[in-house]
């Protein structure tokens, strides 16, 4: 199941975003997987597949990745706000779920918050 969830439609995008702003190798993605072993397989093959050249993080707790110039861009807030706490800078990426729901473009929004 998780290896075969498709992109999402802004993902390429935001990528290229991502890029303009930090340097290859300053990149990596965080993820939490619920506590199944086949979830952690399955995401780590899903960014192995779509995102190959890019580090990546498989864990329970993003905050503690914060520190002074780091930055974490998600959509739940609790990992934003938590990220900030540590000394991070977290950056909320508009979803329908969260408190900037109202966002049309949040790629655009993302732009020119980092």
């Not at 990596?28 to 086949?38: D, H, Q, V």
């Not at 707790?61 to 914060?66: G, H, L, N, T, Y």
């Not at 938590?82 to 779920?97: D, M, S």
């Amino acid at each position: 199941f998780w290896a075969e969830l498709p992109k999402l439609p802004w993902a390429d995008e935001l990528m290229r975003l991502v890029i303009t702003k930090y340097a290859h190798q300053d990149i990596c993605f965080l993820t939490k997987p619920i506590m199944s072993a086949e979830c952690a397989k399955g995401k780590m093959q899903w960014f192995k597949r779509h995102y190959p050249k890019y580090k990546f993080l498989i864990g329970t707790s993003k905050k503690f990745c914060a520190g002074p110039g780091k930055v974490l861009v998600d959509d739940y807030e609790k990992n934003v706000d938590e990220f900030n706490v540590h000394g991070g800078r977290g950056v909320l990426f508009p979803r329908e779920w969260n408190s900037l729901h109202y966002i049309d473009d949040p790629v655009k929004y993302l732009e020119a918050t980092l």
